[in-house]
């Protein structure tokens, strides 16, 4: 085990592992078959680099993207780790070498496509020393997982072909079905199961609900700005409203672009890169701008729109913070997208399954309950006490004795004898001129006007909360229309009492006057760090720009060089010394030889600027 930790430090510069890693690692070098569930960024590759590192031979990756490939060879070989892809993008030449190598023994990893594989299986395969098969994203080869790929299929083969050679199978995706589903299909004799929790304590967790289209671009400029040079990632149901959200924010001074299916396969490449190499800040993307991305960085996540389901969102919010520094997500809630949810779960061919996840989805949204605890819950994990770091636990909603607005609410859809939708009867309360209105007689009605104190945005706000209190309900079956509930029928008259929490208004935010937030520019320059409170923020802002210019230099992403865990470990421990450079947190061999020198003068010259 000793030697174990020793290849860690040396390859992986992480001086532990985490839970699960060693008992993973364990198994797989007694040559049994494993299947690893873990969330995004729980550490899974460690997993299966480590015995191929470790084991004679060279181990088989099996990857569903050629971008994903990509990203994990260069991290590999900039460890020091002798690894290469075989695709069909690279020329015969490249590939012949790459086989050569191979079978010369000298390649640790090989990372193939499903396709790829079956290609090599009676070519290449017979001529190397396979010690290891690794299946990333294994929950492709299964019809109930929510990835699933054809070419997956294929690999049932593997056990058949070479049934002595371990397969380690591993994915973020856990229900049971899948999971038996993935042993099935790969034929894995008696394997061990490995299910880590799913907890991502360090994503913090925040719901908005209702909403205006421009609220929403104010709070996510406010959101941005609190997030200054921090990347993440806007997701959006549309594909036009990708573009005007990145439109938006780019005439605030935000670098921002956007990212759909719809766009030329360059194009999506191009922006991709920029974002992966920190040339922008965001990325406003539909959910085609997922899989392949690897960005261990990646600050925040905000959802323009509700997703589909629990298991869409907690993939897509787990992009964030994957080298284990905080990340925070937040999502928009509004029913116009629950509608649309809706129908597209009506015309998905599953339509009780997307039903049930789309109300999970909506009782997520709406609960004020610990947002992490229902998270847990919904993927079977006890979670017993409140997390702190959403919105709910951070911010107890402050309640009043609402009886009297609820009264007013169920009362104007009761005279109009259920059936309205949440706009009118907000009309109505407010005494609206409208011509709608005017021409059904809604004007003459008792509780006409009996909301004016209150504006259209806090009425939408108390009602979405009768709604969640289980006042009122939505007929989506009909036209979207509002009924009473039993529930709140007590409360309408006058048998039990409503306790609402008070609203609060969005935050507001100004265009800037000028665009000098607007960081343009990628020369090499002098490396100037912001004279922040404390040395250690001073020493990081300094670090990052150093990582920028090598990452330029090399033509690598930023993460490659070092992940932002190293840089906030280099703040941290100020390694004044080769020898003390090589115990931060990220800094194998390797990286503590070419990095070393650069890094710690970087260090020693901003200390000594500070001690002055
Ligand atoms: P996954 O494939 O499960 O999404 P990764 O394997 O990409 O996650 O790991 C996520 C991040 O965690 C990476 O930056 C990786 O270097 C880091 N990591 C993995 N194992 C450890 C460890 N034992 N100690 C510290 N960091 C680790
Ligand atoms: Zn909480």
């Known amino acids: 085990m000793k030697e174990l930790n020793a290849l860690l430090k040396k390859f992986f510069g992480y ?5 699960d890693q060693e008992e993973i690692i364990q198994t797989i070098l007694n040559k049994q078959d494993t299947l690893v569930l873990m969330p995004t960024g729980g550490g899974k590759s460690i997993c299966y680099q480590l015995p191929a590192i470790y084991l004679p031979g060279t181990t088989i990756v099996i990857s569903p993207l050629i971008a994903l490939m990509k990203d994990q060879v260069e991290s590999l070989v900039s460890n020091g780790i002798p690894a290469a892809a075989l695709n069909s993008t690279m020329r015969e030449e490249e590939r012949q070498k790459v086989k050569q190598l191979c079978m010369q023994g000298k390649i640790k990893l090989l990372y193939l496509s499903p396709e790829g594989l079956m290609s090599e299986l009676n070519g290449l395969f017979p001529r190397m020393e396979i010690s290891l098969v690794a299946i990333d994203e294994a929950h492709c080869i299964s019809h109930w997982g929510h990835d699933f790929r054809p070419e997956y299929t294929q690999l049932s083969i593997l056990k058949k072909e070479y049934p002595s050679i371990p397969i380690v199978a591993l994915t973020a995706t856990a229900d049971k079905l899948t999971r038996q589903d993935i042993i099935s299909q790969l034929n894995l004799s008696s394997p061990r199961i490995f299910i880590s929790s799913f907890d991502r304590p360090n994503l913090s967790l925040t719901v908005r609900r209702g909403l205006t289209k421009k609220d929403k671009l ?13 990347c993440g990632i806007i997701y959006c149901t549309k594909r036009d409203d990708t573009t005007a959200v990145a439109e938006t924010l780019t005439s605030y001074g935000i670098t921002a672009a956007a990212y759909h299916a719809g766009m030329n396969a360059p194009l999506r490449e191009k922006t991709q890169n920029d974002f ?3 040339r922008i800040q965001v990325i406003c993307a539909t959910i085609a701008f997922g899989m392949g991305i690897d960005k261990s960085n990646v600050r925040w996540i905000i959802h323009y729109n509700t997703p589909g389901s ?7 919010i787990g992009r964030a913070g994957r080298d284990g520094l905080p990340g925070d997500t937040l999502l928009f809630y509004s029913l116009a997208d629950l509608i649309v949810r809706r129908r597209f779960a009506e015309e998905s061919g599953q339509t ?17 309950i610990c947002r992490r605890r229902i ?12 997390c702190g770091n959403c919105d709910v636990c951070k911010n107890p909603p402050e309640r009043f004795d609402g009886t009297v607005l609820v009264q007013k609410a169920l009362s104007a859809i009761a005279r109009t004898e259920e059936s309205i939708g949440m706009q009118m009867l907000i009309d109505i309360l407010r005494a609206s001129g409208r011509a709608e209105l005017t021409v059904k007689g809604y004007h003459l009605l008792k509780t006409y006007g009996a909301g004016r104190d209150l504006s259209y945005k806090m009425w939408r706000e108390y009602i979405y909360q009768m709604i969640q209190l289980g006042y009122i309900e939505i007929d989506y079956s009909s036209s979207n229309i509002l009924r009473i509930t039993p529930f709140g029928r007590k409360v309408l008259y006058g048998q039990s009492t409503a306790r609402l929490a008070i609203y609060k208004e969005p935050e ?8 000098k937030d607007n960081k343009g520019g990628f020369k090499a320059r002098p490396i100037r760090p912001v004279e922040a409170a404390t040395i250690e923020e001073t020493l990081l802002d300094a670090l990052k720009q150093l990582r920028k210019q090598l990452a330029e230099k090399e033509k690598k992403a930023a993460y490659i060089i070092f992940s932002d865990a190293a840089l906030h470990d280099m703040a941290d421990k100020k390694p004044l010394t080769l020898e003390n450079f090589g115990e931060i947190k990220g800094v194998g061999q390797i990286k503590q030889e070419k990095y070393g020198k650069v890094f710690v003068s970087l260090i020693r010259f901003i200390l000594k600027k500070d001690s002055e």
């Open 310 to 316: 629990i298991e869409n969102y907690y993939q897509e």
């Open 352 to 368: 009780n399954i997307n039903l049930e996840k789309l109300n999970s989805m909506q009782r997520y949204c709406e609960a004020d």
């Open 276 to 278: 992966t190499n920190d």
């Open 508 to 515: 507001r935010m100004e265009k800037p006057s000028s665009k």
């Open 375 to 386: 998270l847990l819950s919904y993927f079977s994990e006890p979670y017993e006490k409140d």
């Open 15 to 19: 001086t532990s592992f985490r839970p």
């Open 218 to 230: 104010t709070a996510i400029l406010h959101f941005i700005r609190e997030h200054k040079e921090q």
